[in-house]
């Protein structure tokens, strides 16, 4: 049955590229090469061409270095805060019911609608000098962690949000009825079912927070060595006319990210490996 | 007891970092009077930096879901070597900052580049339209690919299979077929799209130039303002593009899928 599944998806593929499709598919894989391997080609091309060792250098210079560990703190930090509250906000949408709730639902896409840098300026506006709230976060640490917290909360919400609508109730009421505390409930029958789903959402919370540019260059104040994040780092470098320096930094700061998106995706993948026997 | 706990905090929480942030940008914008914020969005900058803006989103929106649906295609029905390269490709602008993204431009693009001659040449890709388009593109790509993907591998091959054995054209197959199956997913994604492709700051700050008038997008614009120390300028623009935030969350809200 399986098998002949796949064989009709075969067929059909081999529909597709009979006639048209294999052009189609074509345009499409040379827009994608022109549109994104390009730049990133030319980015590589750049920090490589002084050499190994000047690369390193721009790479390591302590500023960048600063701004590289600031980035990848945040951004863990960011993506902690939202596997807890995204997780229970999914939580509260799903298995909570109060007035308005489809209201609350609705919002949490606006992080992905809002343009980055009105949120980076009502975030300072809100929390940083001339706060209503007289709070001033503005140029610390926080104020940053603030920004990547409003750009990335939709992630892990709308990863868990489906799976916890298909999870099956039952098992965690024969759970409860034998014995089982509301706690145990959740570490042994929820969490483990939708770990994967956190974890995907994690990973692009993530990613997201270590590239965030637009929300943060206003609220971090870009002081050098205290709240210079990469992104902002790598922009100072290119206005400045060092091209080279900041595809050197760009380069880390991409091995590094999708380094530790592949060990998430890998961790993922290993948590669930008995879902597939 | 508990339930309120989670309830409230959860809701504190959005509230303090989402809603009040949200709501205080319409709150600044009109502290001042509606005639006021009025006056700051119709100044010549602000108008055309609206238009440049809607313009870059009218070129890339229309290729990248062009784009998008046959790479979906390719991805579920395709079978050729180098596919999960490909998949891994289709999400890469999710995964890299949009500084590096328009740093890429500028190091293709600039002087010294390995198309930096074609400025020599008379087209001019950055600090102008071609390279804010480019830039957009880049950032917008992933999104109708992502929501066409898992309808695609849902709906299966039979009907189309089906359409085929009766005599249809590969065309007429995906048109009275296949698309009308993918039409919302298409549609869920227009809008990620548009909505990336108007608020896209990072990409475009770098390849723009960002000249008052000329290669200034309403983001752009809102930081310009601010930084000139034009705030109720800059809350202006910013109403403009949060009305635009909204009426995005709307039309997803309308076009979700019903079983959610």
Not at chain 1, 4 to 25: C, P, Q, T
Not at chain 1, 105 to 112: C, E, K, M, R, S
């Amino acid at each position: 049955m399986a098998s002949n599944a796949v064989a009709v998806e075969r067929a059909a593929g081999a529909g597709w590229s009979r006639a048209g499709g294999g052009l189609a598919r074509g345009v499409a894989l040379t827009y994608l090469s022109l549109v994104v391997l390009l730049p990133l080609a030319a980015l590589a091309w750049s920090a490589r061409s002084g050499g190994l060792a000047a690369f390193w250098h721009e790479a390591t210079e302590p500023e960048a270095v600063a701004a590289l560990k600031l980035t990848l703190g945040l951004a863990a930090v960011c993506a902690l805060v939202n596997a807890i509250a995204g997780t229970a906000t999914a939580w509260v949408l799903v298995r909570d019911g109060f007035p308005g709730k489809g209201l609350v639902d609705a919002v949490i896409d606006l992080p992905f609608a809002l343009p980055t840098i009105v949120a980076g300026l009502t975030l300072l506006a809100l929390y940083g000098p001339g706060s209503p709230f007289g709070v001033d976060v503005a140029f610390t640490r926080f104020g940053i962690l603030l920004a990547l917290l409003f750009v990335t909360l939709p992630f892990v919400v709308r990863a868990v949000q489906p799976v916890l609508l298909e999870l099956d109730e039952e098992m965690e009421e024969a759970a409860a009825s034998l014995g089982a505390r509301p706690f145990a409930v959740f570490r042994r029958i929820v969490f483990p079912n939708l770990l994967p789903a956190v974890l995907s959402g994690v990973a692009l919370a993530f990613a997201r927070a270590v590239g965030e540019f637009g929300a943060v260059v206003l609220i971090s104040g870009n002081i050098p060595f205290k709240t210079e994040v990469s992104s902002v780092y790598i922009f100072g470098q290119l206005q400045s006319g060092n091209g080279s320096g900041a595809a050197a930094v760009s380069v880390l700061l991409l091995a590094i990210s999708l380094g530790a998106l592949l060990a998430i995706g890998g961790f993922r993948r290993w948590r669930t490996r008995w879902d597939r026997v | 007891m508990s339930r309120y706990l989670l309830r409230f905090s959860v809701l504190g929480y959005l509230a303090l970092v989402l809603l009040v942030p949200v709501g205080f940008v319409f709150y600044r914008a009109f502290d001042q009077g509606a005639a006021h914020a009025w006056h700051a969005v119709t100044t010549p900058e602000a108008l055309h930096a609206l238009w440049l803006t809607l313009l870059i989103a009218a070129i890339a929106v229309p290729v990248n879901t062009i784009v998008g649906v046959i790479l979906a295609l390719a991805l579920v029905r395709g079978r050729f070597a180098g596919r999960g390269l490909l998949n891994a490709v289709v999400d890469l602008p999710l995964a890299i900052s949009p500084v590096i993204v328009g740093l890429g431009l500028v190091l293709l693009y600039g002087r010294g580049g390995w198309l930096g001659g074609l400025a020599d040449d008379g087209v001019k890709i950055l600090f102008a339209l071609p390279g804010m388009v480019l830039a957009t593109m880049f950032v917008s790509m992933p999104f109708v690919v992502r929501e066409v993907v898992p309808v695609l591998r849902e709906i299966g091959t039979e009907q189309e299979q089906a359409a085929e054995t009766l005599g249809a054209a590969p065309f007429q197959v995906f048109r009275r077929i296949t698309f009308p199956a993918i039409r919302g997913a298409v549609a869920y994604g227009v809008v990620l799209t548009t909505a990336r492709a108007i608020g896209e700051f990072g990409a475009v700050s770098a390849v723009s130039g960002n000249v008052e008038g000329q290669t200034q997008t309403l983001p752009l614009y809102v930081k310009a303002q601010f930084d000139g120390f034009d705030t109720s300028g800059a809350y202006a623009a910013s109403v403009v593009l949060a009305l635009i935030a909204i009426a995005v969350v709307v039309s997803l809200r309308i076009l979700q899928p019903k079983e959610h």
